[in-house]
């Protein structure tokens, strides 16, 4: 959603959007649960997808998506930054993220009986941010965990399959995600598939739209941004660790996914 500021650690909140506004391939270093109490709109992941009351939306860290055509729309929204919480991916009840990330729907229905509970959550976990406590932190990172357990459980229960029906197209992003800082290539991923690189090429491409190179940047610049915003490491230092020599180049894509420079972006999001 536009006109949310995410914070660096957990953060919640509620918001009535009368027009949701267009907002196509945006992304945030934060993951991001949403769950709609009202209105209705669209999100693209591969095919145009109706949101209706009682639906979640995941979105990982990094993952572009793109918003549109919504009215009257209620949304209580989590984010949570996961290095700043030490919870990755690998977590049982990171799951659903990580499902999303490798071509899952990022939306399915919440139970009738877990929606009032859920919000519960969200707005206990609302109290406890501003109460602003010494026990606070530790208060709210338990609250986020019952939230991603409910999450878990609705996505279970739905047994989402991968949008794309395709393993292989899993398996290649899941090589990307956790091999991307290393000089990885289309044919390293094939490789690591024993597919050909043209056959491996045109399948990603067909299925997500995007091409394997793509994919490698992208996941190269999350990590940038996670570095931006929780280091005071220079550019081109890390510029280098997430796989760009050439410093320049790199600000150049950065800009191209962020419409800032590395630098424009560390000062406004840490401001």
Not at 56 to 84: D, R, Y
Not at 136 to 165: D, T
Not at 201 to 207: E, L
Not at 221 to 249: F, M, P, Y
């Amino acid at each position: 959603m536009e006109n949310i500021h995410f914070s660096h650690d957990i953060n919640v909140g509620y918001q009535f959007i009368k027009d949701v506004p267009s907002n196509h391939n945006a992304s945030h270093t934060e993951h991001v649960i949403s769950f709609i109490d009202q209105g209705h709109m669209q999100i693209e992941q591969g095919q145009a997808i109706n949101i209706k009351p009682g639906m979640l939306v995941l979105v990982p860290a990094g993952v572009p998506h793109s918003q549109f055509s919504g009215e009257n729309v209620g949304v209580w929204w989590v984010s949570f930054c996961t290095s700043c919480l030490n919870l990755d991916e690998s977590h049982s009840l990171m799951a659903p993220f990580a499902q999303v990330r490798l071509g899952a729907l990022a939306v399915f229905e919440l139970p009738t009986d877990q929606q009032a509970y859920l919000v519960s959550l969200m707005q206990a976990l609302k109290k406890e941010r501003q109460v602003g406590g010494s026990d606070s932190p530790q208060v709210m990172k338990c609250l986020l965990m019952l939230i991603l357990n409910e999450v878990k459980q609705a996505r279970n229960a739905m047994l989402a399959a991968p949008a794309n029906g395709d393993t292989r197209v899993a398996k290649a992003l899941e090589f990307i995600q956790k091999n991307s800082l290393k000089a990885i290539s289309l044919k390293d991923v094939a490789n690591h598939l024993h597919l050909s690189p043209a056959y491996l090429a045109t399948t990603v491409k067909k299925n997500t739209g995007y091409a394997i190179g793509e994919w490698i940047n992208r996941s190269r610049l999350t990590h940038a941004c996670s570095r931006l915003l929780h280091t005071d490491e220079k550019i081109d230092r890390i510029a280098n660790q997430v796989g760009w020599s050439d410093v320049t180049h790199f600000i150049r894509m950065y800009k191209k996914a962020y419409g800032q420079t590395p630098a424009a972006w560390r000062k406004h999001n840490k401001t």
